[in-house]
């Protein structure tokens, strides 16, 4: 079964996704040893409407510095590191692609 597929468990996971994310960082002169939260910022709003859906409902949720947010289907992790920085919340998060969870993408910010 090819990915994307309506019978397809995982649609989302195409097997190069980390692969092309570590490429265009390395083609923008980006060390993958030393990556600041600024570095990922072409890539953070990885869903529909992008980071107006996430200002959207940052707002409509009234997230506050002083809660902790689960991110359930984080992908690469750009709403956690964009509500640590910008709101200060904390923030757990979970995707079930591998290729795009991976402990690099979370552990800036």
Same mark, same amino acid.
């Given at each position: 079964m090819t990915a994307g =597929? /309506? /019978?397809d468990p995982n649609p989302y996971a195409t097997g190069t996704t980390r692969e092309r994310i570590e490429r265009a960082l390395h083609d923008n002169g980006r060390s993958l040893? @030393? *990556?600041d939260p600024a570095d990922l910022d072409f890539l953070?709003?990885?869903h529909i409407l992008g980071r107006l859906a996430t200002d959207s *409902?940052? !707002?409509l949720a009234e997230v506050t @510095?002083?809660?902790r947010v689960l991110d359930a289907g984080? %992908? $690469?992790g750009g709403t956690p590191r964009y509500l640590v920085r !910008? $709101? %200060?919340c904390q923030v757990a998060s979970v995707d079930f692609t591998p290729s795009t969870a991976t402990p690099r993408a979370g552990? =800036? %910010?």
């Open positions: =597929t /309506s /019978s040893d @030393a *990556l953070e709003e990885f *409902l940052v !707002q @510095a002083e809660d984080s %992908g $690469i !910008q $709101i %200060g552990s =800036t %910010g």
